[in-house]
Protein backbone atom coordinates (compact mmCIF):
# COMPACT_ATOMS: atom_id res chain seq x y z
CA UNK A 1 0.00 0.00 0.00
CA UNK A 2 1.33 3.39 -0.94
CA UNK A 3 0.05 6.33 2.02
CA UNK A 4 0.86 9.32 1.01
CA UNK A 5 0.82 12.90 2.21
CA UNK A 6 1.31 16.05 -0.14
CA UNK A 7 2.06 19.28 1.59
CA UNK A 8 3.33 22.88 0.56
CA UNK A 9 2.03 26.34 0.61
CA UNK A 10 -1.00 27.65 -0.58
CA UNK A 11 -0.94 27.67 -4.88
CA UNK A 12 2.41 24.92 -4.26
CA UNK A 13 0.31 22.70 -6.94
CA UNK A 14 -1.05 19.77 -4.11
CA UNK A 15 -4.41 19.58 -5.89
CA UNK A 16 -3.08 19.22 -9.52
CA UNK A 17 0.06 16.90 -8.98
CA UNK A 18 -3.21 14.84 -6.57
CA UNK A 19 -5.19 14.28 -9.51
CA UNK A 20 -2.19 12.70 -11.64
CA UNK A 21 -0.59 10.87 -8.84
CA UNK A 22 -3.82 8.96 -7.82
CA UNK A 23 -4.38 8.26 -11.30
CA UNK A 24 -0.70 6.90 -12.26
CA UNK A 25 -0.68 5.06 -9.08
CA UNK A 26 -4.55 4.11 -8.60
CA UNK A 27 -4.94 6.20 -5.06
CA UNK A 28 -8.11 7.16 -3.42
CA UNK A 29 -7.78 11.10 -3.25
CA UNK A 30 -8.80 13.11 -0.12
CA UNK A 31 -8.66 16.76 -0.14
CA UNK A 32 -9.47 18.17 3.23
CA UNK A 33 -10.18 21.61 0.84
CA UNK A 34 -12.39 19.87 -1.79
CA UNK A 35 -14.37 18.01 1.44
CA UNK A 36 -15.00 21.70 2.58
CA UNK A 37 -16.32 23.18 -0.47
CA UNK A 38 -18.63 20.59 -0.95
CA UNK A 39 -20.07 21.16 2.44
CA UNK A 40 -19.90 24.68 2.15
CA UNK A 41 -21.62 24.29 -1.75
CA UNK A 42 -24.39 21.37 0.11
CA UNK A 43 -24.74 24.64 2.61
CA UNK A 44 -24.29 22.06 5.51
CA UNK A 45 -24.07 23.42 9.49
CA UNK A 46 -20.99 22.18 9.08
CA UNK A 47 -20.04 23.95 5.84
CA UNK A 48 -21.37 27.53 6.66
CA UNK A 49 -18.47 27.27 9.81
CA UNK A 50 -16.21 26.54 7.62
CA UNK A 51 -17.04 28.89 5.06
CA UNK A 52 -16.46 31.67 7.35
CA UNK A 53 -12.35 30.58 8.54
CA UNK A 54 -11.60 29.72 4.95
CA UNK A 55 -12.87 33.50 3.37
CA UNK A 56 -10.93 34.56 6.23
CA UNK A 57 -7.71 32.66 5.33
CA UNK A 58 -7.61 30.72 8.13
CA UNK A 59 -7.43 26.97 9.27
CA UNK A 60 -10.86 25.44 10.09
CA UNK A 61 -10.44 23.85 13.48
CA UNK A 62 -8.45 20.82 14.07
CA UNK A 63 -11.43 18.60 15.56
CA UNK A 64 -13.74 19.72 12.13
CA UNK A 65 -11.37 18.48 10.10
CA UNK A 66 -10.44 15.33 11.49
CA UNK A 67 -13.65 14.19 11.82
CA UNK A 68 -14.80 14.70 7.95
CA UNK A 69 -11.63 13.20 7.08
CA UNK A 70 -12.77 9.83 9.02
CA UNK A 71 -16.08 10.33 7.44
CA UNK A 72 -14.59 10.54 4.16
CA UNK A 73 -12.39 7.28 4.57
CA UNK A 74 -15.10 5.34 5.89
CA UNK A 75 -17.05 5.81 3.90
CA UNK A 76 -14.59 5.82 0.77
CA UNK A 77 -12.73 2.30 1.30
CA UNK A 78 -15.93 0.33 1.55
CA UNK A 79 -15.21 0.00 -2.17
CA UNK A 80 -12.11 -0.52 -1.88
CA UNK A 81 -10.05 -0.97 -5.08
CA UNK A 82 -7.55 1.16 -4.13
CA UNK A 83 -3.56 0.81 -4.12
CA UNK A 84 -3.48 3.27 -1.23
CA UNK A 85 -4.29 7.14 -0.27
CA UNK A 86 -3.13 10.43 -1.09
CA UNK A 87 -3.70 12.79 1.47
CA UNK A 88 -3.85 16.36 0.21
CA UNK A 89 -3.86 19.49 1.88
CA UNK A 90 -3.89 17.38 5.62
CA UNK A 91 -2.61 17.30 7.89
CA UNK A 92 -1.68 21.52 8.56
CA UNK A 93 -0.91 21.50 11.75
CA UNK A 94 0.86 19.14 14.20
CA UNK A 95 -2.21 18.40 16.27
CA UNK A 96 -3.81 17.15 13.22
CA UNK A 97 -0.50 15.00 12.09
CA UNK A 98 -0.67 13.49 15.70
CA UNK A 99 -4.26 12.60 15.08
CA UNK A 100 -3.10 11.10 11.77
CA UNK A 101 -1.16 8.13 13.49
CA UNK A 102 -4.48 6.99 15.39
CA UNK A 103 -6.70 7.36 12.32
CA UNK A 104 -4.58 5.63 10.05
CA UNK A 105 -4.07 2.65 12.46
CA UNK A 106 -7.85 2.75 13.19
CA UNK A 107 -7.77 2.07 9.11
CA UNK A 108 -5.19 -0.53 9.15
CA UNK A 109 -3.14 1.92 6.93
CA UNK A 110 0.63 3.17 7.55
CA UNK A 111 1.90 6.52 6.13
CA UNK A 112 4.51 5.07 3.57
CA UNK A 113 5.59 9.43 2.91
CA UNK A 114 4.93 13.08 2.96
CA UNK A 115 5.95 14.99 -0.36
CA UNK A 116 6.72 19.13 0.17
CA UNK A 117 6.20 20.95 -2.56
CA UNK A 118 8.69 23.56 -2.43
CA UNK A 119 7.91 26.82 -4.66
CA UNK A 120 9.38 30.16 -4.00
CA UNK A 121 6.49 32.81 -2.56
CA UNK A 122 6.35 35.51 -5.27
CA UNK A 123 5.29 32.10 -7.72
CA UNK A 124 2.46 31.01 -5.09
CA UNK A 125 1.18 34.63 -5.09
CA UNK A 126 1.09 34.87 -8.71
CA UNK A 127 -0.82 31.51 -9.30
CA UNK A 128 -3.40 31.83 -6.63
CA UNK A 129 -4.33 35.69 -7.99
CA UNK A 130 -4.65 33.92 -11.51
CA UNK A 131 -6.58 31.00 -10.19
CA UNK A 132 -8.95 33.81 -8.03
CA UNK A 133 -9.76 34.94 -12.06
CA UNK A 134 -11.69 32.32 -12.57
CA UNK A 135 -12.21 30.25 -9.75
CA UNK A 136 -14.93 32.05 -7.93
CA UNK A 137 -12.97 31.28 -4.39
CA UNK A 138 -13.92 33.05 -1.80
CA UNK A 139 -9.84 33.24 -0.52
CA UNK A 140 -8.24 33.61 -4.20
CA UNK A 141 -7.62 37.58 -3.16
CA UNK A 142 -4.53 39.28 -2.58
CA UNK A 143 -5.62 40.10 0.80
CA UNK A 144 -6.38 36.54 1.69
CA UNK A 145 -3.82 35.29 0.42
CA UNK A 146 -1.16 36.80 2.36
CA UNK A 147 -2.92 35.82 6.01
CA UNK A 148 -2.98 32.03 4.24
CA UNK A 149 0.85 32.38 3.58
CA UNK A 150 1.79 33.80 7.30
CA UNK A 151 -1.09 31.07 8.47
CA UNK A 152 1.09 28.31 6.56
CA UNK A 153 4.79 29.78 8.24
CA UNK A 154 3.24 29.73 11.72
CA UNK A 155 0.88 26.28 11.51
CA UNK A 156 1.72 23.76 8.44
CA UNK A 157 5.94 24.45 8.11
CA UNK A 158 6.32 22.66 11.69
CA UNK A 159 4.45 19.96 10.24
CA UNK A 160 7.19 19.26 8.13
CA UNK A 161 9.77 18.77 11.16
CA UNK A 162 7.28 16.15 13.00
CA UNK A 163 7.49 14.02 9.64
CA UNK A 164 11.66 15.05 9.53
CA UNK A 165 11.96 13.20 12.88
CA UNK A 166 10.07 10.13 11.50
CA UNK A 167 12.56 10.51 8.19
CA UNK A 168 8.98 10.25 6.03
CA UNK A 169 9.83 13.39 4.68
CA UNK A 170 11.17 14.14 1.10
CA UNK A 171 10.81 17.28 -0.46
CA UNK A 172 10.16 18.42 -3.70
CA UNK A 173 11.69 21.29 -6.25
CA UNK A 174 7.73 22.67 -6.68
CA UNK A 175 9.06 25.32 -9.70
CA UNK A 176 8.79 24.31 -13.36
CA UNK A 177 5.94 22.82 -15.41
CA UNK A 178 3.21 20.41 -14.14
CA UNK A 179 5.05 17.50 -15.65
CA UNK A 180 8.74 18.32 -15.18
CA UNK A 181 7.30 18.27 -11.45
CA UNK A 182 4.89 15.10 -11.68
CA UNK A 183 8.13 13.27 -12.58
CA UNK A 184 10.34 14.39 -9.83
CA UNK A 185 7.31 12.91 -7.87
CA UNK A 186 7.32 9.76 -9.57
CA UNK A 187 11.33 9.65 -8.72
CA UNK A 188 10.46 10.12 -5.28
CA UNK A 189 7.95 7.09 -5.06
CA UNK A 190 9.71 4.76 -7.21
CA UNK A 191 12.41 5.46 -4.77
CA UNK A 192 10.67 4.24 -1.55
P1 LIG B 1 -6.88 23.85 -0.31
O1 LIG B 1 -8.03 23.47 -1.13
O2 LIG B 1 -5.99 22.76 0.17
O3 LIG B 1 -6.15 24.96 -1.16
P2 LIG B 1 -4.74 25.48 -1.60
O4 LIG B 1 -3.74 25.24 -0.52
O5 LIG B 1 -4.99 26.88 -1.99
O6 LIG B 1 -4.40 24.79 -2.96
P3 LIG B 1 -3.35 23.84 -3.73
O7 LIG B 1 -1.96 23.88 -3.20
O8 LIG B 1 -4.03 22.52 -3.80
O9 LIG B 1 -3.23 24.50 -5.12
P4 LIG B 1 -3.52 24.00 -6.61
O10 LIG B 1 -2.97 22.68 -6.95
O11 LIG B 1 -4.98 24.19 -6.89
O12 LIG B 1 -7.37 24.64 1.03
C1 LIG B 1 -8.31 25.73 1.03
C2 LIG B 1 -8.65 26.18 2.46
O13 LIG B 1 -9.40 25.14 3.15
C3 LIG B 1 -7.46 26.43 3.41
O14 LIG B 1 -6.90 27.72 3.25
C4 LIG B 1 -8.12 26.24 4.79
O15 LIG B 1 -8.85 27.37 5.20
C5 LIG B 1 -9.09 25.10 4.55
N1 LIG B 1 -8.45 23.79 4.87
C6 LIG B 1 -8.11 22.81 3.97
N2 LIG B 1 -7.52 21.77 4.60
C7 LIG B 1 -7.49 22.08 5.94
C8 LIG B 1 -6.97 21.43 7.09
N3 LIG B 1 -6.36 20.22 7.01
N4 LIG B 1 -7.09 22.04 8.30
C9 LIG B 1 -7.70 23.24 8.41
N5 LIG B 1 -8.21 23.93 7.35
C10 LIG B 1 -8.10 23.37 6.11
O16 LIG B 1 -2.68 25.08 -7.44
C11 LIG B 1 -2.95 26.46 -7.38
C12 LIG B 1 -2.99 27.07 -8.78
O17 LIG B 1 -1.69 26.99 -9.38
C13 LIG B 1 -3.94 26.37 -9.74
O18 LIG B 1 -4.66 27.33 -10.45
C14 LIG B 1 -3.01 25.57 -10.68
O19 LIG B 1 -3.56 25.47 -11.97
C15 LIG B 1 -1.74 26.40 -10.68
N6 LIG B 1 -0.54 25.56 -10.82
C16 LIG B 1 -0.28 24.38 -10.19
N7 LIG B 1 0.95 23.91 -10.54
C17 LIG B 1 1.49 24.85 -11.40
C18 LIG B 1 2.74 24.96 -12.09
N8 LIG B 1 3.68 24.02 -12.00
N9 LIG B 1 2.94 26.05 -12.84
C19 LIG B 1 2.00 27.02 -12.95
N10 LIG B 1 0.79 26.98 -12.33
C20 LIG B 1 0.53 25.91 -11.57
Known amino acids: MLNIIICGAPGSGKGTQSALI ?15 RAEIA ?19 PDSMIIDILDKAISEREAAD ?29 ELSVLLDLAVDEAELVDRLIKRGQTSGRSDDNLETIKKRLDVYHEKTEPVNDYYKKQG ?25
Do not use: W
Open 168 to 192: KYVAIPGMGSIDEIFGRICEAIEKL
Open 81 to 109: TYNGLILDGFPRTVAQAEALEGLLKKHGK
Open 42 to 60: AKSDLGRVAESYIANGQLV
Open 22 to 36: KDKYNLLHLSTGDLL
